[in-house]
């Protein structure tokens, strides 16, 4: 519309900058025209390249150390997982010795007849495959090598105690001859020698010369020492367990009641004592109260 101001019409200078280049006397000179804003932008782009160059050197400096820094990690990371494989190798073969051990005292258990071991229920777990495991996974195994150990030691405490009970019961076993020489007459009945009647004779007779040593045949205590018409000079050795051993027709006694002797261990001296027709030695065992046939608790003296 004529006489209104249009805005679209307006236009404001835009600001330049005249360079003048003076070259030789010769020449002519010449202009350069720059806008202001064409300054400016250079002015900054200027600012950046020196900010940037001043920048460079610190950056990269940084840039190597964290490069090295990778690096070592990156070594560091390798020993980790070397270590890891040489542990999990060693929990395995741990894991692998310990089965072997549990077995072992799983057969010694057997063999002593003793049951329900802890070691026989061994704590959960084990090696699996190397792949796929958690980090926590030696934890894990570790703890499970440890209850195991734990179980394995209280089942050797428990076999030990049942091995000690079984030494204690075979050293409380008659085992031995009480002297050397030769049987006479055995367990059972016979023609009695002095009224020529069937008699039931209750022990073996052992002929020895007079004055041999006479040793107890089994870890004891001396129980009685004493003279008896038919027996003579008599000895009984309590061994528990439920064993005495008695030894008759002796020339000489050489232990008291109460005395702790070993098998072994001289107690006596051959003789013939009491009801017998010559040096010898005769032999009872009593189980649990009741006489028993000796000859299977019989072997030669050492």
Not at 235 to 255: K, Q
């Amino acid at each position: 519309m004529p006489g209104r101001f249009s805005l679209t019409r307006l236009r404001f200078p835009r600001a330049f900058y005249t360079i003048l280049i003076l070259p030789h006397a010769r020449s002519r000179f010449r202009k350069l025209h720059l806008s202001r804003g064409f300054l400016i932008s250079l002015a900054g782009l200027a600012g950046l390249t020196i900010v940037a160059g001043l920048a460079a050197p610190h950056l990269w400096f940084r840039i190597q150390s964290q490069a090295a820094e990778i690096e070592a990690l990156t070594l560091q990371n390798h020993e980790l997982e070397r270590q890891k494989t040489y542990f999990e190798s060693a929990v395995a073969e741990m894991s692998s010795r310990l089965q072997g051990v549990e077995s072992r005292a799983t057969q010694l258990a057997d063999a002593l007849g003793v049951a329900g071991l802890p070691s026989e229920r061994p704590a959960a777990g084990g090696p699996g495959p190397v792949s796929g495991r958690s980090r926590w996974f030696l934890d894990d195994e570790f703890e499970s090598l440890e209850g195991r150990a734990e179980n394995l030691e209280t089942s050797f405490e428990t076999i030990g105690r049942a091995f000690e009970e079984r030494l204690r019961l075979l050293s409380s076993t008659p085992s031995i001859l009480p002297t050397p020489g030769w049987f006479s007459h055995g367990y059972g009945w016979r023609q009695d020698p002095f009224s020529g009647r069937p008699q039931f004779h209750r022990g073996v007779d052992i002929v020895a010369d007079k004055g041999a040593l006479v040793v107890a045949t089994a870890d004891g205590v001396v129980s009685r020492s004493i003279r008896v018409p038919d027996y003579g000079k008599m000895i009984d050795v309590s061994h528990g367990y439920g064993f005495v051993t008695r030894y008759a027709h002796l020339n000489e006694i050489l232990v008291r009641p109460g005395q702790r002797v070993h098998r072994g261990e001289t107690i006596g001296r051959v003789g013939s004592t009491g009801r017998s027709t010559g040096p010898h030695v005769h032999y009872e065992v009593f189980r649990d109260g009741r006489r028993v046939n000796p000859w299977k608790y019989l072997a030669p003296s050492r």
